[in-house]
Structure formats: structure tokens, C-alpha cells
């Protein structure tokens, strides 16, 4: 090789590896933050201790859960007002008569922590075994228990999506001061305003989360149902006396009069969707321009996981975390550092 040739070729070696410096460091990196629909709902007992702590080791960066009260007025982790009998078993490991109403703002926390809630899958078509499994025994936790949890991983920082359970057209629980400061004596008891968020469907609970505190991130969940109007004069319960027109009316178009009280979108992913029957006029990009971050609701399908990832949502809430961190990984997507 003459030396012409072989300068002409490290030329081109140079000229090849700037190239691929060039867009490797330009690359868009896109992060994605990998929440636990009440841990893992589709693999484990949910809204249990070690439910979640089998899904922070799935290594996501959320655990999304639920609360309502005792009468003693400790904020608990569960859904329903009530107790479910397809989730929990009585203190003698008995099946709950479906007749037997047992609503837990009626009892206290040693009172309720005799339930067997990890026991049952309550759904078995929609949450097969495998991959899910029973973990009997399991209790209705405390948040404190969540929070101790937690500080047994202090290197993967957890972040908790805390929804506050609350009907505004049938009360059910404790008022909403009473719950609402409850809840944030325990996330302030844990030093943990700067990893937790509130969420609700009824967005006065969100005003009052920001009225106490300004600092904690909330985030409004929507549904369909949730987001109509009862008629012409009268707005939806659940959106704080916010209206919406079904004619002209947006997920913008109610989001920014919630402006002051809301950080997050957590919509029904339908509606987002523009494909969808149910798209509420809004793209991912036009809701997140406007100042709001935005992470869907509850998405078990991987075709839906990686059409929602190509619309940019800042996070995705999923009863399968396992399935959702296979598909960023095929989609070269990184985990959200909290």
C-alpha cells in the first residue's frame, strides 16, 4: 500500500469513528418512568408489602398505590371503601359472605389488620397464574409501612404515587382535611416530600394537597366517566367545579384552569390516543408544552406500551412492570432516575 493510500485510509477510519461519535452523543436519550399499578397487580397480591417489594426488585423507579382510612384515621393501603371478598379472606382464613359489607372507615387498624389479603387472585382470566402468584397472609399495610419499606432500598429511590381514594357524591371515608393532612403528616414524618406525589379523580383533593403544601407534586386522573358534565349548568363532581363542554371541550381546556393545583396528567390512555373514539382532543406533545407532565393509566397491552413510548409520555402506570421494562429495553429506552 502506497503511503498516499494509506493516509487516504486512516482518513477515512477517522472520518468513520467521528461519525459514529457524532450520533452516539446526539442521540435523544428518552427516559421513561416505569410505574407498578398498586405494585404489581398482575403478578402479585396488590397493594401489599411484598407485592411491592417483589416489584421494586422488577427494578422500577414508582410504586403506585391506593389509600383510604381507618376510624382511627391511619391512612391504609387499599382501593376499595370496602373490603373485597375476591381479594381478602376473614381472620379465619374464611371466604367474606358477599352480603357482608365491611366498610373500613368503620373499623381501626388492628381491627382490619386481620384480614388475609394475599391469598386470592381476584381475577384469574385477567390475571393468570403464571405469571401471577399468591403470596397468602398478606395484610392491608399502613403508608408508614410502605415509606419503611422503601428505606430498605435507599439506593434505587423509590418514588411513590400515592392516590387518595375519595367519591365526592357519596362520602365514604374521612373528610377530605382530615384525610388529606393525615396523609401528608405521614409523607412529611419520612422526610419524603421530594419523592412522593398525591394523585385523585376528584381534583378538589388536589387543590387542598397544594393549599397545605406547595412543594408536593400532584397529579389529576381522568377517565371518561370522570370528565363529562351531569348537564348543560352543572360539572362534573370530580373535577372541582371545573366544566366541560362536550362540544369545544379538551384535556387543555379543563387541565389549565387546574393549573395552580396540578403537575401531572394521569389520564385513561384512551384518551390521549388520537386514533381513539375517546381521544379528548389533546396530543401527549400539545398537554406537555403547556407545562403539564403527563403519564396514562393502566396499560397491560406491549403494542399500547410502545405506541404510548412513541408519543412521549414521561411514564407509563402498568399492572405487568415486567412486561413494560421488556419493551423499553427493546425500545432503548432508559429507567427514570427519581
Avoid at 408536593?216 to 366544566?243: E, K, R
Avoid at 381546556?253 to 390516543?273: H, Q, T
Wanted: aromatic share 10%.
Amino acid at each position: 500500500m502506497t503511503l498516499i493510500n494509506k493516509i487516504n485510509s486512516v482518513n477515512l477510519y477517522l472520518l468513520t469513528i467521528s461519525t459514529f461519535l457524532f450520533i452516539t452523543c446526539n442521540k435523544e436519550i428518552t427516559y421513561l418512568d416505569a410505574q407498578g399499578h398498586r405494585g404489581a397487580r398482575g403478578l402479585y397480591p396488590e397493594n401489599t408489602i411484598e407485592g411491592f417489594r417483589r416489584t421494586i426488585e422488577l427494578g422500577i423507579s414508582t410504586l403506585e398505590l391506593d389509600l383510604v382510612m381507618t376510624k382511627d384515621h391511619i391512612p391504609i393501603v387499599y382501593h376499595d371503601f370496602y373490603i373485597n371478598q375476591n381479594i381478602c379472606l376473614d381472620e379465619n382464613g374464611n371466604t367474606i359472605d358477599d352480603n357482608k359489607n365491611i366498610l373500613l372507615y368503620d373499623y381501626n387498624l388492628n381491627e382490619i389488620k386481620q384480614y388475609d389479603c394475599g391469598s386470592l387472585n381476584p381475577d384469574i382470566k385477567r390475571f393468570p397464574e403464571p405469571p401471577r402468584i399468591n403470596i397468602p397472609s398478606e395484610k392491608i399495610p399502613a403508608l408508614y409501612e410502605v415509606f419503611d419499606l422503601i428505606s430498605e432500598y435507599p439506593h434505587k429511590n423509590i418514588w411513590l404515587n400515592i392516590e387518595i381514594k375519595f367519591n365526592p357524591e357519596n362520602q365514604l371515608t374521612a373528610p377530605i382535611n382530615i384525610f388529606v393532612n393525615e396523609v401528608i403528616k405521614v409523607i412529611k414524618s419520612y422526610n419524603s416530600i421530594d419523592n412522593v406525589n398525591i394523585q385523585s379523580f376528584d381534583w378538589e383533593i388536589l387543590e387542598t394537597v397544594k393549599s397545605i403544601d406547595s412543594r408536593i407534586m400532584t397529579a389529576g386522573l381522568l377517565d371518561y366517566s370522570t370528565v363529562q358534565s351531569i348537564n348543560d349548568f352543572t360539572p362534573s363532581p370530580w373535577l372541582n367545579d371545573i366544566y366541560f363542554d362536550n362540544n369545544t371541550g379538551t384535556s387543555l381546556s379543563i387541565l389549565n384552569r387546574a393549573k395552580n393545583y396540578i403537575d401531572i396528567f394521569s389520564p385513561n390512555w384512551k384518551l390521549v390516543m388520537p386514533n381513539h373514539p375517546k381521544y379528548l382532543g389533546n396530543t401527549v406533545s400539545e398537554i406537555q408544552n403547556n407545562g403539564f407532565i403527563v403519564i396514562p393509566w393502566t396499560i397491560n397491552r406491549t403494542d399500547i406500551m410502545e405506541n404510548l413510548i412513541e408519543e412521549k409520555v414521561d411514564g407509563i402506570i402498568t399492572d405487568y412492570p415486567d412486561s413494560l421494562l421488556m419493551v423499553m429495553k427493546r425500545m432503548d429506552v432508559r429507567i427514570k432516575n427519581n
